[in-house]
């Protein structure tokens, strides 16, 4: 399995629009983040999470291949913006996203155009296969979804084998954790230092790694306020780094 970052900043993207702070304005092309999501190459197949408003910019500088799902983890702008964008993709055949059900309304509500029954030609060709917690199969690849609170907002994160990807998150249910077990690689969002009301600081997803325990974890989802990317990432423990857009591992 190949995990590749398409992007790892938070709904603003690094830079921000307007910011002359050190990080924003850094020349380190690891302090650029688009905004969060990640292509997945398993069993030949290539799955994305998230679908946000980068996701041109993201698939302009990688080699046209097929996407064989989509797997969405909240309605949020940053996550389904870049829907649209689907277009080139589907003329390859008609793409599945798996959402919840709360997702599905949402992006029905806002893409109309999209789910209509009679369609205005050039418009993506996409279905809402609509998920629960229930494990599920995406072309032969075993899907486990894992609740998570952002907030109030219940999302999802996904499991794939020993890949575990949890974005925008502040609480993880207790019944989750045993879904977390021997993983090898962890991905989970950490905002930036400060504490935030729907989003891990970075204390607070260094606690959650400390007890889930996987072999290696990625950090994304990141504001400018972390920090440099060079200088965040040298405080951290061993088994922990940042991710960063562009960045490819191999399980
Ligand atoms: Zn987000
Ligand atoms: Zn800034
Ligand atoms: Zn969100």
Redesign the pocket.
């Known amino acids: 399995m190949i995990i590749d970052f398409l992007g790892t900043g938070t709904s603003t993207g690094v830079?921000?629009v307007g910011?002359t702070?050190k990080?924003?304005t850094s020349a380190n092309p690891k302090d650029k983040r688009y905004r969060a999501s990640v292509l997945i190459t398993v069993e030949g197949k290539n799955l994305l999470i998230d679908c946000g408003p980068d996701f041109r910019s993201q698939m302009l500088i990688r080699p046209f291949a097929p996407l064989h799902g989509i797997l969405i983890t909240h309605e949020h702008y940053d996550h389904v913006s870049g829907i649209d964008d689907l277009r080139p993709f589907c003329r390859l055949g008609d793409i599945d996203l798996y959402v919840e059900h709360n997702v599905k309304n949402a992006l029905e509500q806002r893409l109309p155009y999209c789910f209509a029954e009679h369609k205005y030609p050039g418009v993506p060709n996409l279905n809402l296969v609509e998920i629960t917690e229930d494990k599920f199969i995406v072309e032969g690849v075993e899907v486990l979804p894992i609740r998570l609170m952002h907030y109030r907002l219940p999302i999802l994160g996904f499991r794939i084998g020993g890949f575990a990807y949890l974005t925008d998150m502040k609480t993880i249910p207790e019944k989750e954790y045993e879904k977390l077990q021997n993983l090898d690689v962890l991905v989970i969002n950490a905002l930036r230092r400060e504490e935030h009301i729907s989003h891990q600081s970075l204390a607070q997803a260094l606690e959650q790694v400390a007890r889930i325990a996987p072999k290696r974890t990625y950090l994304t989802h990141m504001a400018?306020s972390m920090g440099l990317h060079n200088e965040v990432e040298a405080s951290l423990p061993p088994t922990v780094w940042l991710a960063y857009d562009g960045l490819k591992i191999e399980i």
């Open positions: 830079p921000e910011c702070c990080v924003c400018h």
